[in-house]
């Protein structure tokens, strides 16, 4: 996820926001370097895949937004990910060695 290309390309970083329900990487304050954040239409905004609400809104304040970054949801994400994926195969690759020997 980079937040530098989020101008041309925003829906992996939307849909990662709303789905870990987080924003930036390592929280809100990552939005005031980009490129999206120096524009002066948004320098008290965020994006709206930031903000804490049901609804779809283009942009969100600071004080709606998710405080959580993005980089420990998905690390955790991806170990979980991992760690499912290591027990099934490790799994299924012991059964034919422990039959054999039945």
């Known amino acids: ?7 041309s390309d925003p829906v992996y970083v939307d849909k990662v926001q709303e789905d870990f329900e987080c924003c930036g990487i390592d929280g809100p304050s990552d939005w005031v ?3 999206w954040g120096r524009k002066s239409a948004n320098k008290e905004k965020l994006p709206g ?3 804490n609400t049901t609804l779809p809104v283009p942009s ?3 004080d709606k937004a998710f405080k959580v970054g993005c980089q420990m949801p ?4 991806m170990a979980t990910l991992y ?7 490790t799994r299924y690759l012991s059964f034919p ?3 054999y020997f039945r």
Not at 1 to 7: F, I, P
Not at 74 to 77: E, S
Not at 83 to 88: E, S
């Open 1 to 7: 996820m980079t937040l530098k290309s989020y101008n």
């Open 33 to 35: 370097e980009t490129e």
């Open 49 to 51: 895949s930031c903000c």
């Open 60 to 62: 969100c304040l600071y």
């Open 74 to 77: 998905l690390f955790f994400f």
């Open 83 to 89: 760690n499912v994926v290591i027990a099934t195969t």
């Open 97 to 99: 060695v422990f039959q």
